[in-house]
């Protein structure tokens, strides 16, 4: 089983204790590796597209995430977490950590070393679908959204909660493999031990009820709300809770949308840290119905998944397993093979970040460049 295999992990509080040194991790020269590009950038890392110099009849892509290091205490402990879950990990539809590089100590990086992982290179992020218009039919979103609960499947029956699921992390490439990445915020699921974790994970617009109202006790549920998220993402292109900066900017969106919760419908809701600060008085109906009304691929059905795993109730909320059962699957149109999925230029939602960014950018030095050095602009009468 492979729940069994997660039961002797290592904690991260012990595998800091019995810390070794790199050079005995089994780990090989980044040497033999030559960066491409730079493809994604996250708190505590940066991937980059690479090749390996090695080999010769044909050139193998790969995925390099460089960790970031800090003067005080190496790289981040997301980090040896990342390390520690990954290496157990292996399923079809979970990104596979091949192998774990460094560099020696140079004078430009303070004499320290870099730490690379090594992944498969997959071309292309499901954010893609927010980017170009009307990429996947029916029978591609039934193959594309399967894979992805099946990958979730895997990971809670692995007690792993991922704690990241969006679009820009769930990664495909031409040959129609579907995989799970970025398990950076991932953790063992240790509530029979009543552990208890931070709220402040997830993507905001993903981000889970429970986890907004200041729970500190969750489980693989979190996972499930931010995949009927992503569900309604694929369905419609767009965010369905984005525009929000603010917890509870984002948890009256979520009531606006599902309904307002009580102890009926939630038992338990009232006794969270932040139910009566983050609560508004307005009492909202579920509206989620009417958001969809339009959408040719959303009939009674589809909408019943959709509804299920964005229930407000974490514990009657809809798990990955019985998702995958769920008669969305079995009815006409049949999901297509991986084979007939279309065939997409290479895309990452970090083309889109550094897009707007040179926007804003482009925007304000025109703006600037319309004044004159007393900060009119240029053509407006002296006043003065």
């Known amino acids: 089983m492979d729940s069994v295999l997660f039961e002797k992990f290592p904690t991260v509080e012990e595998s800091l204790k019995n810390r070794i040194p790199f050079k005995e991790w089994q780990c090989h020269d980044a040497k033999d590796y030559e960066k491409i590009v730079k493809v994604g950038k996250g708190s505590f890392s940066e991937v980059y597209k690479a090749h390996y110099k090695k080999e010769t009849k044909e050139q193998r892509i790969v995925a390099l995430k460089k960790l970031k290091i800090f003067e005080d205490r190496g790289f981040d402990i997301t980090s040896l977490r990342e390390i520690l879950i990954m290496k157990r990990l292996k399923h079809k539809n979970i990104l596979k950590l091949e192998d774990i590089l460094y560099t020696q100590p140079q004078e430009k990086n303070k004499k320290r070393g870099n730490v690379y992982l090594v992944f498969p290179y ?16 029916l029978s591609h979103i039934k193959y594309i959204f399967y894979q992805v609960l099946s ?27 579907i995989c799970i990445g970025d398990f950076g915020l991932a953790r063992k699921d240790s509530r029979e031990n009543h552990k208890r974790y931070t709220g402040t994970v997830v993507t905001l617009c993903y981000r889970a009820p429970e986890l907004l109202l200041g729970s500190r006790e969750y489980g693989p549920a979190v996972d499930m709300w931010s995949a009927g998220c992503v569900f309604a993402e694929i369905l419609t292109a767009n965010i369905l809770f984005g525009g929000c900066n603010k917890d509870k900017e984002q948890i009256d969106k979520i009531f606006s949308y599902c309904g307002t919760p009580n102890e009926k419908t939630w038992p338990g809701i009232s006794s969270l840290p932040k139910y009566k600060e983050l609560t508004q008085k307005t009492q909202y109906h579920n509206t989620l119905r009417e958001h969809f009304k339009n959408n040719k691929y ?12 964005l229930d407000l109730n974490p514990k009657t909320r809809i798990t990955a397993e019985e998702a995958l059962n769920h008669e969305f699957f079995k009815r006409e149109p049949k999901m297509c093979t991986a084979s007939e999925l279309p065939k997409i230029e290479e895309f990452h939602e970090y083309q889109i970040s550094n897009e707007k960014l040179e926007q804003k950018k482009m925007k304000k ?3 600037v460049g319309s004044k004159d050095y007393l900060g009119k602009k240029r053509n407006e009468p002296n006043k003065d």
């Open 151 to 177: 990958g979730l499947a895997y990971l809670h029956k692995c007690k792993i909660i991922h704690r990241d699921l969006k679009c820009s992390n769930i990664l495909m490439n031409d040959k129609g493999d």
């Open 298 to 309: 959303i009939d009674d059905i589809t909408f019943d998944l959709i509804n299920r795993l």
């Open 122 to 137: 997959m071309d292309k992020d499901l954010s893609i679908i927010r980017a170009k218009d009307n990429i996947f039919n």
């Open 365 to 367: 030095n025109m703006e």
